[in-house]
Each structure stands twice: as C-alpha cells, then as structure tokens.
C-alpha cells in the first residue's frame, strides 16, 4: 500500500525534485566518513589474498563502499565513504522511515526518491540515516562460503561459514575501533560561521549543526541559544537593582523581581516547547523512528530494547493470553522501575545527604582558611567517587528495566544521576540559608559557585582534551623512540590518524548510555538552579551566567568540532529527560526565594504571621497555580505547525481515498505497478 502510494505521488507530484545519483564515479570527490583502526602490522604476508587487511577492503567494495587505505605512525586506517546507491540501498534493506512531501513518513524506496523530503543541506539522508546505514553494511558482512583461514602478523584467523567478519576480528583484537570522520570542508565551514564568529552572540547556523552533527546536538545548542538570549533581560534587571540603592523600598522590590524572574523561567520554558515543535517541522525527522533508534555503534553494544521473543511468540500463537501476559510485562516493569527510583532515592537521603551536611557544617564552624581549604579538596576528591559509584549503579539498574529504547534508559540515568549532583551541588546552600540564615556567606558561596566553578569547569572541559591529545601523541613517538627511531622525525602527517588520537565527546558517568551532551546539559540545569533557586539573594547572578553562556556557545561548538572526534549521532529531538528538570527547579525556586523573603521580613525571627509574610505565602500559592495553569494560555505547538500537519494529513487521505476507489472500481488495474524512476 505505501509502496503503491510513493509511486502514485511521484506521479502526480508537482515539484521538480532533483534525483538521486547512483553513479559511485561521479565528478564529484568521495567524502569519507567512517574510519576503521587496525594496528600496524610488523609481518607482511607474501599471499596478500589471506591478509586481514586486504580481504577487509574486498569485502568493503564488495557492499559498494569507496575505500583508501593510510598508513599511520602506529596503526593503518581504512576510511570509507559510500554512494548514494549504496546508502539507498542499505536504507531500503533496513525500512528507514523518511518524511515525504505529503507529511507521512513511509518507508524509503530508492526508485520513488522524488517523494521524500530532502535535508537542509541538499542531502537526501541526514547523518544519522547515513550512520545508520553504514553500521549496517560494516557489520553485515558475513561469511556465505566455505571457512577461511586469515592471517595478521604472524596469527591465524578463522572465518567460519555465518560469521560476522568485523565482530570477528574485532574479538582478535585486529580492528581496535570503528569511529566517524570529519568532514573536512563542512568542518571548516562551521569553524568559520559558528565557532570563530564571536560578533554573532547567540546566533548559530543551527540547520547546518543538524545536518552536520544530527538533531540532538542542534537541539542542545538551540536551546543554549534562546536560554541565553533570554539571560539578558533578568541579566539587566538584576544589575540594576545591584548597582541602584533603594534604601526601604528594597523590601518591595525583591519580591517583584522575584515574581518576574518565576513568570520569565514559565514563560522560558512553554516558548522552549514551541521553538522544538518548530524544529522538528523543519527538519525532516521521521517521527515514528526519532525516539526509537540507538546511537551506538551496533558491534560494541545494543542500540535498542526490544520486547522478548517469548512474548511476541505467544503473541503470534496464542493472541488468548496476549492481554494478561502484555499486562503483567509492563507492570512488571512500572514496579521494577519504581524499585529502581526508590533505591537511588533512599541511598541519596541515608548516605549522601549526611555526608554533605557534615562538609557544610564543618565548613561553618571552621576558623582557619588552611583547614576549609583541605577539607574543601578532601570533599571535592570524594564526591567524584560517590558519583561514579552512583552511575554504576544506576547503569545496572536500568538493565533491569524495560525501557523502551536507548533514549529512554538514558532519561532513566540523567534522573537517577541528577540527583547526585544536586545534593552535592545545592545542600551546602541551603544549610547557609535554611539554618544560619547568613546572606553574607550565602552570597560568597554563590559568587563562588558562579564564578570559580564556571571559570574553571570551561578550563577544564577545553583543556583536558587537548593535553589527552597531546599525551597520546607523546605515547606514540615515544614507542616509536623505543624502536630506534628519531623523535624529531615522527610528524602526524594523516588526518585520519589525528582525529583517531583526539578524545571522543563522552559522559563524565561512563558512555555506556550517554555521551558528552550529559555534562553539558548537566552544566546548564545546575547554573539555572542556582540562579533562579536564590534569586533574591543575588540577583547579578544572572548576569554572570548570561556571560558565561555566551562564552559557552563558541567554546562548546570549537571543542566539537577542533578538539574532540565527531560524535556518533543521536535521532532524538528533543531535550528529554532536562526539560522536566527545569521545570522541577521552577518549582523548587518558587518555594526557596519565598523562604529568603520571608527571612528578610522576619528580622526577628519571631515567625508571626504579619502581613508581609502572609502576602508572601499567598504569592507562593498563586505562583505555583501560574506554574501548573501557564501551559493552558501557551500552546506547545505553533499555529502554523499544526496547519501544516493537518495539510499534510488531509492530502495523504484524499490520495488514499482515491486509490481505493479506482482499485475497488477496477478503473485502476495497475495499482501495484508504477513507473520506475529514472
């Protein structure tokens, strides 16, 4: 039926689509994107038809890659780059859904290309389509014939008959690592449009950060973006209440700029779903695969969770029992995620929060400057710990839920994990308010936070990749001194083994869910907390955070694209699991900046209820009801977005419609048959 509706479209279709090019002999210069790291042999094999390396390459032009071969200082690298026809027909083998010009998403064909919708850049796939198929070529090449002894520097290899050649060789230790390239021209491009072009604050090319590095990071830096332009207004009222003396009216003018700064973080957050629902309409994202496709590398780890076999087959056999035993799977896994939630919960309250409190408490009582400055580093050394421990964890935890696919066990792990960070990031703060009621420390702690503690985290977060670069630069040329050989004269001439050197953009908690956009991520929700939860007591807070957010931008995007390798692409479009904690810190905020007021009128510390305090209380109420009641007077959606898929919707069913009438009628005898593209 979809394959009848393609061609049907691409009869009728009034727009002039440019076709695809099958030709892998184009005029046009192959653009390799994947490399592969084999190390550098010291035998070399007199029959070339049984080395490794070699019959790696055949069997890569075998599936229609283009292939070229580098030798490095320490290790060989075979790049690929592969044809529109071959990524057509890797797309086809694995039912990629793609948007079409009618708005539906239907599985690609490669003769009815005119139907679908091409990507901001001309493409016809976006780089995580392009991943996808190139994971499935590079790990579908299997062995059909008879088995083949393979040698490697002096080893013995078999490939026997329905063996994986790339998960083979890989368990021997033969192909170290399967990694993206960059590419060049692009890179350059963006070097010169985004990262060094300072003068555009926070504009960004944020189509061509989609189609360069795929949605989720062009999510993360267009959210950055509008969260920054958005700093600047609570960024100037804040200075000015700084820089200005209101002498008694000060008492009134905290809780208005308290009452502005909650409205403004609603508003932030309602826009923000408004600007994503635009994006995803712009980009052409199937919907139906955005959430449900990995982002690792399918011969290193799982990408997805998919439902037990046994089920699907009692299912098939048996659809009687189909409803209890679906039922009692998916409670099954609702309580063992509640289990899971629960233990993190438990473990954070009995072991974390103790251990915080006492670091705050000791760091009050505490005279000598010395002694707060070895207890602070002692704190620091151990917190790292806690927090490995506690992603460990949690990764095993989540093991043992159905979630159900990489996004999802990922949003498991940003919940469980953020709750580490924000004991250790705000206990401190709030035993300086809650307890001591010391808005002169709580102030310092604040600067503190804001200022050090961002400076030195950009530092660091820039810095280490480099000096990891550099120190394993220095390991290769020092192996290589160890040969005989003349330090001065190794020179990294390769692209390909440079980028092989650069670190990958990872998680501080381990890659085995998330990568480097969890830091990131976890940097900005730890700033807005702080900036918002204690609004009233710093108010120049926002503007430090403003300026450190557009710093931010163009160091985050030199490190993707100068420092780090290019990521392995994530489909989903959304923040996920960040926007809710926003929204949890909104609320968290309410409640905090009404408790500073509430001190501030209360000098002392008598609790009566006055006046001024029951107003603050009302205020606390009627902000919580704007909280929950401001999704109501904002749509989600833009109105144009919802217009357009309705559009779209309409047309796809008028097509349909007429179909089965001509077909039901017999006035369409071919409605399986179309005409092939040329």
Request: hydrophobic share 45%; aromatic share 14%; with cysteine.
């Amino acid at each position: 039926m979809c394959v009848s509706l393609l061609r049907a479209f691409c009869r009728e279709c009034p727009f002039d689509f440019v076709r695809l090019k099958m030709n892998p002999h184009g005029n046009e210069e192959p653009v390799f994107e994947i490399g592969v790291v084999i190390p550098r042999r010291v035998v070399q094999e007199k029959d070339e038809s049984c080395d490794c390396a070699y019959v790696l390459v055949k069997e890569f032009e075998k599936v229609g890659f283009v292939v070229e071969r580098v030798i490095g200082i320490a290790d060989e690298f075979i790049k690929l780059a592969a044809p529109l026809e071959t990524l057509g027909r890797a797309a086809a083998e694995l039912q990629i859904k793609k948007r079409t010009l009618i708005g539906m998403d239907l599985q690609f064909e490669v003769e009815e290309v005119k139907a679908f919708v091409k990507q901001p850049d001309g493409s016809v796939f976006s780089w995580c389509e392009r991943f996808q198929c190139y994971c499935h070529l590079i790990y579908g090449i299997v062995n059909n014939k008879s088995v083949k002894t393979l040698k490697f520097d002096g080893k013995e290899i078999h490939w026997k008959i329905g063996e994986n050649l790339l998960l083979k060789l890989e368990s021997e230790n033969i192909v170290k690592q399967v990694f993206p390239l960059h590419d060049e021209k692009k890179r350059k491009k963006l070097l010169r449009s985004w990262a060094l072009h300072w003068w555009h604050f926070t504009n960004q090319p944020i189509d061509e950060i989609y189609s360069y590095y795929g949605a989720k990071i062009a999510i993360y830096f267009a959210f950055l973006g509008m969260y920054t332009r958005w700093l600047l207004f609570p960024a100037a009222f804040g200075l000015t209440l700084q820089l200005i003396d209101f002498g008694s009216l000060k008492l009134v003018v905290l809780p208005v700029f308290f009452i502005v700064v909650i409205l403004w973080a609603i508003m932030f957050s309602q826009f923000w779903k408004r600007k994503n629902s635009a994006l995803l309409a712009r980009w052409p994202i199937s919907f139906a695969d955005a959430t449900d496709q990995g982002y690792r590398i399918p011969g290193t780890k799982a990408s997805s969770w998919q439902p037990p076999i046994e089920l699907m087959k009692v299912f098939e056999s048996d659809r009687a029992k189909e409803k209890e035993l679906f039922q009692r799977y998916e409670w099954l896994g609702r309580l063992m995620r509640f289990r899971n939630d629960a233990i993190i919960i438990f473990s954070i309250i009995c072991l974390q929060l103790p251990f915080e409190l006492a670091y705050a408490h000791l760091y009050e009582v505490l005279d000598s400057d010395i002694i707060k400055f070895g207890l602070t580093a002692i704190y620091l050394f151990a917190i790292q710990y806690i927090t490995k421990i506690g992603g460990k964890v949690s990764v095993k935890l989540i093991k043992k839920e159905n979630n159900e696919n990489t996004e999802k066990r990922a949003d498991s792990l940003i919940y469980k994990v953020f709750g580490l960070y924000f004991m250790q990031t705000y206990i401190g703060i709030f035993y300086h308010a809650l307890l001591h009621r010391n808005f002169y420390t709580l102030r310092q702690v604040l600067i503190q936070r804001l200022l050090l503690s961002e400076v030195l985290e950009n530092l660091l977060e820039n810095s280490l990749p480099y000096l990891k670069y550099s120190y394993k630069k220095y390991r290769v040329r020092h192996k290589k001194g160890e040969k005989g050989e003349a330090r001065e004269k190794i020179q990294f001439t390769s692209r390909v083994e440079k980028e092989y050197l650069k670190p990958s953009y990872s998680a501080s908690i381990g890659d085995e869910l998330e990568d480097g956009l969890f830091d990131d991520f976890l940097e900005l929700a730890l700033q807005f907390g702080m900036i918002l939860m204690f609004a009233c007591a710093f108010p120049p807070a926002f503007a430090f955070a403003a300026l450190n957010n557009l710093m931010e931008i163009r160091t985050d995007a030199l490190k993707l694209l100068a420092i780090l390798r290019r990521p392995v692409p994530r489909a989903a479009a959304t923040v996920g699991a960040w926007l809710n904690i926003f929204q949890f810190l909104i609320l968290m905020s309410i409640c905090t900046n009404c408790a500073l007021l509430a001190w501030l009128y209360d000098e002392e510390r008598k609790w009566k209820i006055e006046p001024g305090l029951a107003a603050i209380l009302i205020m606390e109420h009627v902000l919580l009801l704007i909280k929950f009641g401001f999704s109501r007077i904002i749509p989600e959606e833009p109105a144009w977005v919802r217009a357009n898929r309705a559009k779209h919707t309409t047309q796809a069913q008028n097509m349909c419609y007429k179909k089965l009438l001509r077909t039901i009628s017999g006035g369409d005898k071919g409605f399986g048959e179309g005409k092939k593209l040329e």
